[in-house]
């Protein structure tokens, strides 16, 4: 499945989702990631949050990793769907096989579009320190490039 960005005409806006949850397994790396990269790049024009199946715990490697392109993850507390305190989004983004079949549940009770982000699960990559922390870079690498594509920063209108 390949994702194909948005097209638009010279000076159009794309029309950004005001309220976009990010999922997948344990809140404690893949959607934490999301979260952090969006909020980095959109600020607060777009309410972001996160949550998974089950509450984990955070994983020490994405505060490493997300610290090497700025983003503070210290303060992320994993949280399950069960715990969320917000209900409406406008964009699900699901990470994990799992998450995405949690969003399409959400859509009987919630009117919002669902995307699935195949993506990798960093914490099932054994190694040493080194070898896992490339896996987390990856993981974030390719989560922050399909947030770029998918919530291009607007230069503002055209004249």
Known sequence: MSFIPPVTLPGERI????????ACTQNAVRSPMAEGILKSLHGTSIF???CGLRRGELDPFIIEVMAEI????????P???DEMEDDFFDLVV?????AQHRAIEMTRTMACDIEYWPTLDATIIEGNRE????AYR????QIRARIEQHFPL???PTV
């Open 15 to 22: 029309q950004q989702p005001s309220a976009v949850l990010f």
């Open 48 to 50: 972001v949050d996160s």
């Open 70 to 77: 700025g983003i503070d993850m210290s303060q992320h507390r």
């Open 79 to 81: 949280k399950s769907f």
């Open 94 to 98: 699901s990470l994990s096989p799992e």
């Open 131 to 134: 070898i896992r922390l490339d």
């Open 138 to 141: 990856q993981v974030r690498d």
């Open 154 to 156: 607007h230069a503002g």
